[in-house]
């Protein structure tokens, strides 16, 4: 092929918010590909605050993103080379694809998906790991009950709409927090949650009294800092807090916030939990399968917030930590 | 009975470490006693680091004490007067008998005790609310394995001193964590832990890097503050974390230090778990009876430091705080 593959490299460590010059923004020609392998036109790239965290170079779930090495995401696209025999030309794919406009993964790495039940970008969202996020993390480790109060923060956001709409679903009330009064009318009228807290227009403590009266039973946490500690500050009895990110702190250049509250776990017996999606590879079937049944049946609204142009990368990926974005935010690559 | 009722009342809410002028020692007739009521002679009381909290005017588990009130306190005593038909005069008995020498209490809200099988103190301590505490946080929250790994903070203390002793009856491997050399030898040598590490001579993270090569399961915490923060940083895939207490921080006048390293929680996918014993109301009895029959055994180590004289409470009371109790503090207000 003569098509020329533009990659985003990580040049630097960032502290605090990434700039321009930690990134290399490289052309390599498309590799051919091996046995066993495929070559993917990537057409969309999954932005997700867990990225920052992969660009330090700290212990954690994975390992960091080495210098020079091709910025790691998630992505969508479509094969258009194949040595795998379970994967052909013209299959729709996602898996951890990188920030490039063409990449070379093994056949059994990728999962095939398919664009008549739903656009190639709700693979990324919705339907895809982070949907599974805010599947597993509600279910397995929150465990709403009929009737108990959900309380998401980041709810305009990618994994908390999906939060509350589970919540829903499962016959709990949902009420939201997020910055700003058009995320919050969205929260509740295209996504249907009971309540949303503006918490740039109002006291977090005030909102939180008024929209759970009997406190918060399932408090499911995109992050941290503040906003963590008020919901700590009003849990219920017995009350599961689901740590699923801090993204309030992730481009902090002093320590992390640990949350000042945490005592309120032991006055009211409650538990704090943290996990990542890859936790549940195991079980991503079954969440695939109620999630597409809810998706396919209209119960679930899905939106992309998509941004468009590859160049664009590093200065969307920003968006995310200016609190930027309503729903999933992707960049759309090619078409 | 002409006998005078000598008290502690609580006289102001402290701010930071209780001060003399927070207490006032009064002095009252011993009351006559109702029906149903019994009057306790107080032989014993339990000094506890969750009375700084009850000093509080602050919402938790259990109204605070209020000013001009009697002190709450755990206590062990004698009956001299009953008019309830399950307690007779003569019997010992544990309740909330308060900081005072003589207190009535409703003949049900007393627990009738054994000396025969144990030292009356003892009920206090290890066969007391103490134990119980130890027992249902570890095994009911913490739920070690054999071969598993369980670190305590407090070691040397009451509770601490328990939850490794049943780390070990449960199979597991017991790592405490206590000021001092002379606390370290008594929790290896007399409480039979298989290690200890002193974080006033050794850097915590060193010597949890040494004691604990595989990282932590379970983590009991009754201190907060940087040790709690030490320990998240080690934790264990799956790891439970327990909240005890945070003696660190009953008299910070501050806010409480929140643990910065609460996204190990993420990373590992571990919960952190809070409790107080009085959650377990219902279930006391299973405590009591395991417990006793190790206690019986000889397979429980049950040590108190008993300091004496009524009238040193306020001081005896901040040993708890200083680091300088070993063992179940008690103060001995009578023979």
Chains 1, 2 share one sequence.
Request: aromatic share 6%; with cysteine; net charge negative.
């Amino acid at each position: 092929m003569d098509a020329v593959n533009h990659q985003f490299k990580l040049a630097a460590r960032p502290v605090g918010l990434p700039k321009p010059s930690d990134w290399e923004h490289t052309e390599a020609p498309v590799p051919e590909i091996g046995d066993g392998e495929v070559l993917v036109k990537v057409l969309y790239l999954s932005l997700d605050p867990a990225m920052r965290g992969w660009m330090n170079d700290t212990r954690s779930y994975i390992p960091p993103v080495g210098i020079g090495e091709v910025m790691r995401a998630l992505g969508a696209g479509e094969v258009i080379a194949s040595k795998h025999p379970d994967v052909a030309v013209g299959d729709h794919v996602t898996g951890l694809l990188g920030v490039q406009e063409y990449a070379v993964a093994n056949g059994a790495a990728v999962m095939k998906v398919d664009t008549a039940v739903a656009p190639l970008s709700v693979y990324l969202g919705t339907l895809g790991m982070t949907g599974m996020t805010a599947y597993f993390g509600l279910l397995d480790i929150g465990r709403p009950q009929e009737g108990e109060t959900v309380v998401v923060s980041g709810a305009a956001g990618a994994v908390g709409g999906i939060v509350g709409q589970i919540a829903k679903l499962k016959g709990a009330r949902a009420v939201g927090i997020a910055g700003g009064a058009e995320k919050c009318a969205y929260v509740v009228q295209e996504l249907g949650f009971d309540a949303c807290i503006d918490y740039k227009a109002q006291g977090l403590d005030v909102g939180l009294g008024e929209h759970c009266p009997k406190g918060i039973d399932v408090y499911f946490d995109n992050v941290g800092g503040e906003i963590l500690d008020a919901a700590l500050a009003r849990l219920a009895r017995h009350a599961r807090v689901i740590i699923c990110g801090a993204i309030s702190q992730y481009n902090a250049t002093e320590a992390v916030r640990g949350p000042s509250n945490y005592l309120s776990l032991l006055v009211n017996h409650a538990s704090m939990t943290g996990f990542v999606v890859s936790d549940y590879g195991a079980r991503l079937g079954e969440a695939a399968q109620e999630m597409g049944a809810w998706y396919a049946a209209g119960k679930l609204v899905s939106r992309e917030d998509v941004a468009a142009g590859f160049e664009s990368f590093p200065e969307t990926l920003l968006r995310l930590f200016r609190g930027q974005n309503t729903g999933k935010l992707v960049l759309k690559v090619g078409d």
